[in-house]
């Protein structure tokens, strides 16, 4: 059975409640910092989950829904474990959640609720699923290597006044353990020559670009080691209009390697490394290179989050004496919302060299992890 996003949030609840409720203090052992992980989820949780997590019926506990499976890996294993955390310790309200999610901190320090969602995190024991520490933040430009299900709408203008507008919507979704589809629906609007309307007339024309396909598998993580890698591949269909500039002139099709790692300090390092090759005459070969170096604040302890990034891009045709441009993108992501499911990122790409002819483009998106809930939930 597939836990949605409504599941998480009742797991999280009925974890506050089993690690908080009223009077635990005083149930549980004097010294907790003696007992295991395992014995502080069974001193302070079993009456709820279980022992095995699964969850006791809830005509015992006295529940509406039935309790969630902490072995349920598609479940357990998404969410990185200051989620849980914040939601035991603070409350419903710290992550956009009900007030009927209370605070528990007095019963248990922020130590020891880590230790109980720590013994839970375990309780998925297939080491296929891709822990949700390792889902990095997503850049403007490249590719990352956690499979997700996201809806992205991204957003590009040129800012030497010409006024056209791209962008994309992007739809994601996960399937097993390590692997994700994608569909890109590219769009655009920009001013072009009007043929029939006279010298130095002008029609603005709009319309969607070439419709590409992906697919992308994780072949290694490591939650310890902070580090994870993957593999994809896309197909560009002809589906725009080339006239109006949406479209190429055939199929092409891409592929590339993703590459994530945690580092000190809440930072992270990823690289996207890939190439283009077209099927259709006068298309070029291309390669193109991504590295993306960020560091995530937040506000308070709990607060929403921050993640600065500066992104470089390097793409060349692959024939003999054509330059390399490369491009820099400063950019911002933050979340929008307190449940920190839907995102936000701006960001600039300046051409650093070859910059004849290319000008600055601002960047941006707006992302919901659909997993987690709708778009309007967790404000």
Known sequence: MRWDGSFWVLGLAILATCVGATGLAAQLPDDLDELSDAALYEAACANCHG????????????????????????????????DWIAI???????????????????????EQVARVVR???????????????????????????????EWVTEVGAS??????????????????????????IPYGWAELPDAGGGAGATDWVSGFGDLVLGVK????????????????????????????????????AEAFASFGQILPSDAFVQVQLGGEKPFYDGGENEAFARVVLGRTFTSGRWGRSWTPMVELQAKRELEGGVPTPLDIVPQMQFSLNTRQHVLGNIGVLIPATETSGRSARLLAYVLLDWFDGGFFEGW
């Open 88 to 110: 035991g310790h603070e409350g419903g309200p710290v992550r956009g959640f009900s007030m009927m999610m209370p605070a528990f901190g007095e019963a248990l320090s922020v």
């Open 51 to 82: 022992q095995d997590g699964r969850g006791l019926d809830r005509a015992l506990v006295g529940f509406e829904e039935a309790l969630p499976d902490f072995t349920d890996c598609d479940f357990a294993a998404r969410e990185p474990e200051s």
């Open 217 to 252: 598998h994780t072949f290694y993580h490591s939650s310890e080691a902070g580090r994870i890698f993957a593999l994809g591949a896309e197909v560009v269909l002809p589906t725009g209009d080339e006239t109006k500039g949406l479209g190429a002139d055939g199929t092409k």
């Open 119 to 149: 013994h839970i995190k375990s309780l998925c024991t297939d080491p296929s699923w891709p822990r949700g520490k390792l889902n990095l933040p997503r850049a403007l430009l490249a590719e990352k290597a956690f499979p997700e299900d």
């Open 159 to 184: 800012l030497d006044g010409d006024g056209a507008v791209d962008g994309a919507f992007v739809w994601e979704q996960r399937f097993g353990p390590r692997s994700q589809l994608e569909v890109v």
